[in-house]
């Protein structure tokens, strides 16, 4: 089964208006280079963002998205962002249910499933993310955690085509730890099941599953050999147009 590698840049609440241009120009440049067919690259900026990063990536294959949306079309919603205004300006993705969101906005599995529903009728991709805390990785709770969390908030309406799971442990976030490549495939070997379950066999033999957490150049060879694991969700190394297109290298 191919499953195209996916690339994927969050580059979370980081980058003015310089420094952002900056590096979306530098990772369209090098997606330019290097040609590849059998990956995609995604970057993921703040909203602040997305329409001059759009311009920036123009001409290359550079895939741009989002980190998160409402679930409304319109309305009154001070402060959000709705999924159609995310692809009238050019997005391709929308990251949604990622740990921080989960954690600091007090987001559920339904609300999660309810934005990735809409983002998927408005015609956006959508990366749905789970994983465990230390506390229940520790407990033995991990594959019931991500369980849970793939039944609450991967919606019906997902196919291999239109989402993508990112499984990110949450104590390996930001923090230079990473589970063993043994524990990763395990826990994706675990969520295709978990998605044939929910969606059936086919879709869960296509649908890309990404792992997410202090993937770096160093370690990327390793995890991305994984027979389950489709590609990276990176944080920290997307920041850098080097450790990005490393960890691309790596794949
Ligand atoms: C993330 O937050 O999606 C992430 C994977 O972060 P980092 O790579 O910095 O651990």
């Known amino acids: 089964m191919v499953r195209k590698t996916l690339i994927a840049g969050n580059w979370k609440m980081n980058g003015l208006l310089e420094d952002g241009v900056a590096l979306a120009k530098g990772v369209a440049q090098e997606v330019k280079k290097v040609g590849r067919k059998d990956c995609e690259f995604l970057i993921c900026p703040p909203f602040t963002l997305l329409t001059s990063a759009k311009k920036a990536i123009k001409g290359s294959k550079t895939m741009l998205g989002a980190q998160d949306c409402h679930f409304a079309e319109k309305g009154a919603h001070t402060g959000d962002v709705s999924p159609v205004m995310l692809k009238d300006l050019g997005c391709q993705y929308v990251i949604v249910g990622h740990s921080e969101r989960r954690t600091n906005h007090h987001e559920s599995n339904e609300l999660i499933a309810k934005k990735a529903e809409a983002a998927i009728k408005a015609g956006l991709k959508v990366i749905i993310c789970i994983g465990e805390t230390e506390a229940e990785r520790d407990a033995g709770k991990t594959i019931n955690v991500c369980t849970t969390q793939i039944m609450g908030s991967v919606p019906e309406c997902s196919t291999a085509q239109n989402t993508v799971i990112a499984y ?84």
């Open 168 to 251: 990110e442990p949450v104590w390996a976030i930001g923090t230079g730890r990473t589970p063993t490549t043994a524990e990763v495939q395990e826990v994706h070997a675990a969520i295709r099941k978990v998605i044939a379950k929910k969606l059936g066999r086919a879709n869960a033999n296509k649908m890309r599953i990404l792992y997410g957490g202090s993937m770096k150049p160093s370690n990327a060879k390793d995890l991305l050999a994984l027979p389950d694991v489709d590609g990276g969700l990176i944080g920290g190394a997307s920041l850098k147009v080097a450790d990005f297109m490393a960890i691309a290298a790596a794949s």
